[in-house]
């Protein structure tokens, strides 16, 4: 009885320690949305947490860009917009995050095979991801430290002879096309990290 008594008074504990950790709404529509354009921001999407932590929708948009909250319960602090015709792609990504399936190779090659199968929807034309990582992000003050934004613009089934773009980086900032000609394909534009020397 008092073993069963400690495990119910430690899950009480753990409970409130998780819903602790979710900011609130507010704090968590600010963070998500730094990674939008800055005149996007204030009509944007914004999905974010629960305390028990689902995924839920923080403020209904009005313009084209769905951004995402920081997940408390994953390591690291990163925030992302993206524009509406990604949201199929980016939805089943999380179903089968939910389901289970957390290789990243597997999470592409399931989504790639539903989207060439045709039950998956791809945009049909190129769409931004904005993807800022950062160590930490302070609600007092709205900064994050050391933000580093990075861009991704889709474009499925896209080639290197189709848009004259390399498939590695050349440069620091420079284009290239990141794994061509599947459902995936994607231009990565990552500038240099801030003190990196790059």
Same mark, same amino acid.
């Given at each position: 009885?008092? +073993? ?16 602790? @950790? #979710?900011?609130?709404? @507010? ?8 990674? *939008? ?9 914004? /999905?974010? /947490?629960? %305390?028990?932590? +689902? ?8 313009? +084209?860009?769905?951004?995402?909250? %920081? ?31 957390? %290789? ?8 790639? *095979?539903?989207?060439?199968?045709? #039950? ?17 992000? %302070? *609600?007092? +003050? ?15 089934? *896209? ?40």
């Amino acid at each position: 009885m008092r +073993s069963a008594l400690a495990a119910l008074a430690l899950s009480f504990v753990l409970a409130e320690h998780a819903a602790a @950790q #979710t900011p609130a709404p @507010q704090v968590q529509i600010a963070q998500a949305v730094l990674a *939008a354009p800055p005149q996007d921001r204030a009509d944007a999407t914004v /999905f974010g /947490f629960a %305390d028990d932590g +689902s995924m839920t929708t923080l403020r209904e948009g009005s313009n +084209s860009l769905i951004c995402l909250a %920081d997940d408390p319960n994953r390591e690291g602090w990163n925030v992302a917009c993206y524009h509406e015709s990604l949201d199929p792609f980016m939805a089943r990504g999380r179903e089968l995050r939910a389901e289970g399936v957390t %290789d990243s190779g597997e999470l592409a090659q399931r989504r790639w *095979a539903e989207a060439d199968a045709g #039950t998956l929807s791809m945009p049909e034309k190129p769409a931004t991801l904005y993807v800022m990582t950062g160590d930490g992000y %302070d *609600a007092a +003050s709205g900064a994050v430290t050391n933000g580093f934004l990075r861009w991704v613009v889709y474009t499925p089934w *896209a080639t290197p002879e189709e848009t004259g773009l390399p498939t590695a980086p050349t440069g620091p900032g420079a284009p290239w096309l990141m794994f061509p000609g599947t459902a995936g394909a994607h231009i990565m534009i990552t500038p240099p990290i801030p003190g990196s020397g790059n």
